[in-house]
């Protein structure tokens, strides 16, 4: 990670930073929505620092209708694997341990909006 737009989301914003299976499904189960942010490597990748500051601002937007963390280089690959969304920085958006969506790469502001509006009304089986 070692980006200071990305070290700010854990130490200015307290978001944990998941680093192993085990910390994904303890964060992802919890009660509510959940959003993992994937950075990516921010030395290769410009998008991974706008998505680092575009987070909270959409966190904020959405008026704390979802939590975050964010997701150690560790297993990266894996949880991108797994959830089929490839391409880095990313979104992953979860309800009750369960993966609803992902947004791959930076958007535009209104794209963002509509996206996630749409992905915090998917019926989950605990919300339907």
């Not at 966190?59 to 490839?86: H, M, N, P, Y």
């Not at 979104?91 to 794209?111: C, E, H, S, T």
Request: aromatic share 8%; hydrophobic share 45%; proline share 7%.
């Amino acid at each position: 990670m070692s980006h200071p737009l990305i070290d700010r989301l854990t130490t200015e914003f307290g978001w944990p930073v998941l680093g192993n299976d085990h910390d994904v499904l303890e964060f992802t189960t919890r009660p509510g929505t959940h959003v993992l942010f994937i950075p990516g490597d921010a030395k290769r990748n410009l998008e991974t620092a706008d998505v680092a500051v575009i987070l909270p601002e959409l966190k904020l937007a959405f008026q704390g209708l979802f939590d975050c963390a964010v997701v150690d280089d560790a297993i990266e690959a894996s949880l991108r694997e797994a959830t089929k969304v490839l391409k880095a920085p990313s979104l992953l958006f979860y309800r009750d341990g369960q993966f609803l969506a992902g947004l791959p790469k930076v958007r535009d502001w209104d794209d963002y909006m509509v996206r996630i509006g749409q992905i915090l009304a998917i019926p989950t089986p605990q919300t339907a």
